[in-house]
């Protein structure tokens, strides 16, 4: 059994940064991939920055060149860096992780955190 716990969401201004931590516990040597999803009121939903343990990153367009994906794979820890945030970026940001390398990569893993809001305000 694998436990995904997320910190770091708040209240910031547009330009602002953020930086969320998701630690993962338990039977952590299943996993592979670890990421970030997250969903605005009223969308589904999506794919904000992916890993794998072999090193490669995957990010959503909207995200590109702002947002960060790194990871400490010793602490079983993923890290999102967002920087010169935006209204729309606006959302819950879940943590996602998975067993294989496509894991939020290409899709969602079967693990999930709780989920902490980020609001950006203009």
């Known amino acids: 059994q694998v436990q995904l716990v997320e910190s770091g969401g708040g209240l910031v201004q547009a330009g602002g940064s953020l930086r969320l931590s998701c630690a993962a516990s338990?039977?952590?040597?299943?996993?592979?991939?670890m990421g970030w999803y997250r969903q605005a009121p009223g969308k589904q939903r999506e794919l904000v920055a992916g890993s794998n343990s072999g090193g490669r990153t995957n990010y959503a367009d909207s995200v590109k060149g702002r947002f960060t994906i790194s990871r400490d794979n010793a602490k079983n820890t993923v890290y999102l860096q967002m920087n010169s945030l935006k209204p729309e970026d606006t959302a819950v940001y879940y943590c996602?992780?998975?067993?294989?390398?496509?894991?939020?990569?290409?899709?969602?893993?079967?693990?999930w955190g709780q989920g902490t809001q980020v609001t950006v305000s203009s």
């Open positions: 338990g039977s952590t040597f299943s996993i592979n991939g």
């Open positions: 996602n992780a998975g067993p294989s390398s496509i894991h939020t990569m290409m899709v969602p893993g079967n693990l």
